[in-house]
């Protein structure tokens, strides 16, 4: 099963989440924050993370370079509240595998979930 | 006879010669001739200081010499001092145009006259001669000569005053003057007053010759008051250009005034969009993300299976509202921070706003609207991204035809121009001698007051039943963001007009 970790300072927007991952047969994980994050990453080895941007304390960014630190396999997702290409392009620059805006549609998140997971079957 | 008369009546004549004197000098001292153009200006104080000190000395010493007692000495010294004068104002008359005598001409000459005197026989006597022949005679012949080289000199400047007589009189007057008071002395003991004297002169013409020297001295005070006339004239034409500099500063202030105002509107209108701007960003984000959670819940509802379909409906309207809202937010984001790829290009304008007339013929009824194009051929094409500038073309034309409900006429008119002093604000982002691409858009609709015009370009205002409030909100954005201008005007009932001014960047600038 694949495991997915969603980062997001919303707790209202992770339930959400882990509830359609869980339905569509992923085993979802939750963090509250990039701290938590980056614990998870290490204890848990998620094959993707959907990562929120504007979080307080560490950012979505800065959660962003530590993870790929630590694990330079786990497909990362950006997920942001405000479309900004300035800010997509870092991401991507800094190893992110896509960025989507809120609120999103759950089908197009589960095709680019599929996609990526394709690169760990 | 004649004689006679005269002679009995020669203290009315002293009276009619000193009170010309003291008209002269009077006169001129209260001139109005402080910054004069005209340097007779500068010397004319010396003319004063004669014509004051000369005044009651001349009288005294006539008086005495009516009661034939010769040389009152106070009378004489003044008289003597007087001239000393007039000699200088000749000297310097004449200085003007020939600089031929210089300034230690009277001191010398003074030195002399005074040590020839002593030497003599009677001082007194011999002083009132000496003075005559070297310091009354000169004084006269270079006051006379003055006069007439100044307006020889100045004949441009003075010719339309029309003071030529004036100035030839006085030039004559005190020509013969000069003779009948530097020439015809008191009778000497040596030549030539002992030939031409007031006795001989008296003999001969039978006329005394004070008589002759009143009617010099009135003819100078007539003409010299005449002269007057150019300090009046150059003080009214100051004062006419003053007149006409202070009421164009007048007009410039107004102007600086006007421009202000239209600058703080401008500025003010700037500051709270961007703060608007701000706030929408910030309001987007808290908005986007309980937004998500419940589109998000919907979309699970919608692909449960095990839903009934009424369930489903309603999560269908949920999403769909959803949608709505994203595209609101999406719409006041577009105006902070632009959210799509913006692509610069140099961009026909005329074929945009072409394109833009046809699209609005698929959104609305336009066959009652006459749409008037006025585009001018070879434009110059400004940076800008295409689907922004058309989505402001857009958003204009909709109101404008929506503004004539059922008839008018809309008028699309484009030009090129170059940013002037004159039509330059403080708050333009164009700099001078800038070219700018100019779009009027104008309407013959119902107009907005002035309320109105003063919140269009807010978010959420809206005239309409159904409309977001954006449409210009967004427009103001776009243009700001490509670094034009977006300016209406506006009159209830007769309709209003839209300018867009974009700046013509040079490609490798704008990138």
Known sequence: MKKILVVDDEEAICNMLKKFLTQKGYEAIIALSGEEAIGKVKEEKPHIVLLDIRMPKMDGIETLKKIRELDKEVGIVMITAVKDDDVGRKCLQLGAYDYITKPLSLDYLEGVLLVKLLDFS | ?511
Not at chain 2, 49 to 70: G, Q
Not at chain 2, 199 to 219: G, K
Not at chain 2, 254 to 266: D, F, H, V
């Open chain 2, 1 to 511: 006879m004649f004689t006679e008369f005269f002679i009995k009546n020669l203290d009315i004549v002293f009276l009619i010669y000193g009170l010309a004197f003291v008209v002269t000098g009077v006169a001129i001292w209260v001139l109005p001739k402080k910054e004069s153009e005209f340097r007779l200006a500068d010397v004319l104080w010396l003319f004063v200081a004669y014509a004051l000190i000369h005044a009651p000395a001349d009288f005294f010493s006539m008086h005495s010499i009516m009661k034939e007692e010769t040389g009152h000495i106070p009378g004489q010294i003044l008289t003597s001092i007087s001239y000393l004068f007039l000699f200088e104002f000749g000297r310097r008359l004449v200085g003007f145009t020939k600089k031929i005598l210089l300034w230690w001409f009277l001191p010398i000459i003074a030195i002399g006259v005074v040590i020839s005197s002593i030497l003599s026989y009677d001082f007194w006597t011999s002083l009132n001669i000496l003075v005559g022949y070297f310091i009354r005679f000169p004084a006269g012949l270079m006051a006379g000569v003055g006069f007439f080289l100044y307006y020889k000199t100045q004949k441009e400047k003075l010719k339309p005053l029309k003071v030529k007589k004036y100035f030839y009189a006085v030039s004559a007057s005190l020509l013969a003057w000069s003779f009948f008071c530097g020439i015809v002395r008191a009778k000497g003991a040596f030549f030539p007053a002992n030939w031409i004297n007031t006795d001989s002169f008296l003999l001969t013409a039978r006329v005394p010759v004070q008589i002759f020297r009143t009617i010099c001295a009135v003819i100078t005070a007539w003409g010299i008051c005449g002269t007057f006339r150019i300090f009046n004239e150059e003080g009214i034409k100051k004062l006419q250009t003053e007149v006409v500099e202070r009421k164009r500063a007048e007009e410039e202030l107004k102007n600086t005034y006007n421009e202000l105002r239209g600058t703080q509107a401008l500025l003010v209108q700037s500051a709270k969009m961007n703060s608007v701007g701000q706030l929408a960003a910030g309001v987007a984000h808290e908005i986007n993300n309980p937004l998500f959670v419940i589109s998000g819940e919907a979309e699970m509802l919608l692909k449960d299976a095990k839903k009934d379909r009424e369930t489903k409906e309603a999560s269908r309207v949920i999403l769909e509202q959803c949608g709505r809202a994203k595209g609101i937010i999406d719409r006041l984001l577009g105006f902070s921070r632009p959210g799509r790829e913006v692509k610069r290009q140099p961009l026909d304008i005329n074929k945009v706003i072409e394109e833009s007339i046809s699209l609005l013929s698929y959104q609305v009824k336009i066959d009652e609207i006459k749409i008037i194009k006025e585009l001018t051929v070879n434009l110059p094409k400004p940076l800008c991204d295409k689907s922004q500038i058309q989505e402001v073309f857009l958003n204009i034309m909709l109101n404008a035809v929506e503004a004539m409900e059922k008839e008018g006429e809309l008028t699309v008119k484009t030009y090129s121009e170059k940013i002037t002093e004159n039509g330059r604000r403080k708050i333009d982002k164009f700099k001078l001698g800038d070219k700018i691409v100019v779009i009027e858009i104008k309407d013959t609709g119902k107009g907005m007051d002035e309320e109105t015009l003063k919140k269009i370009f807010n978010p959420f205002f809206t005239t309409k039943e159904e409309g977001t409030g954006l449409g210009l909100y967004v427009s103001y954005g776009i243009i700001e963001s490509q670094g034009g201008l977006i300016e209406v005007q506006s009159k209830l009932g007769e309709g209003s007009t839209f300018i867009i001014k974009l700046a013509i960047v040079k490609e490798e600038e704008g990138q």
